[in-house]
């Protein structure tokens, strides 16, 4: 793998609150991106600033993710979160309850043998590093799926990528999406770092992140990449991505409505 930290980059990032959202939930990705933005400001790290842009929209109830994640069929709430580093790092958690920041959750694993973990386990994780259980609304709203997102590199040129979701509204207890499987939901090397929304079945069967960045592997130009990702599906299935290169600005591309903001 090349290693391109440690260099000096220009710091930036691009968060988004999920395809399918409005410009009414606009407010909450641009919160998101001006905390982290101030971070990398500051000189933190790609991996701080994310996790900080992730948890404000965690906590906005407007948004599908911890305290606004779509309750399942059954009545419960079980999140999903994961976090990869461009110097080979991933941590993620499908399931989780009563756990109102998943996504601080997934990145404790990135120091572990351990990758990702699942319902019990991964709340018993949270309870081993001190996450309180807490008890967790979630979202009644009848319809609407969506994930938030956040890529983020830093002047170090570290990039990561991170999201998080209550997945897609009334799905079975136990589903699994495409948030936390790594290629699908979520891709981060030292070239470009991507986070998807929408539906999670159909991103999980075309491992979209990770052939997004295949071909930015092969030199073609972001944008235009985002473009080739939204048309591998019919326009009823929902999907956006966000991306972010090693150099440049970051992107964020739906087939639906997706708020999205990048500074850099
Ligand atoms: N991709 C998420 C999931 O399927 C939901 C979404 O982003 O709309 O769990």
Redesign the pocket.
Known sequence: MMDNVGTISSPAIVCHG???HSAKDQPGVDAAVEAGWNILQSGGTALDAALASVVIMEDDPAL?AGTGGRIRSDGSLQL?AAVMTSNGQYGAITCIQQTKNPILVAAKLLDEKVNILAGRGAREFADSIGIDREDVEGSLKPTG???VGAVVRDETGLIVAASS????TA?PAGRI???PLIGA?LWCDERVGIA??????Q?TLKMSSVRIADRVAEGHDLEEVLKWGINQYPSDV?VGFIALASEGVGFGLANTKMPWASKG
Do not use: H, L, P
């Not at 998807?196 to 079945?201: H, R, V």
């Open positions: 999920g395809a399918g599908n999903d799926n969506d994930t979701t209550g997945g897609c799905m999406g495409d948030v939901g998807a929304t929408g539906i999670g079945e991103i929902e």
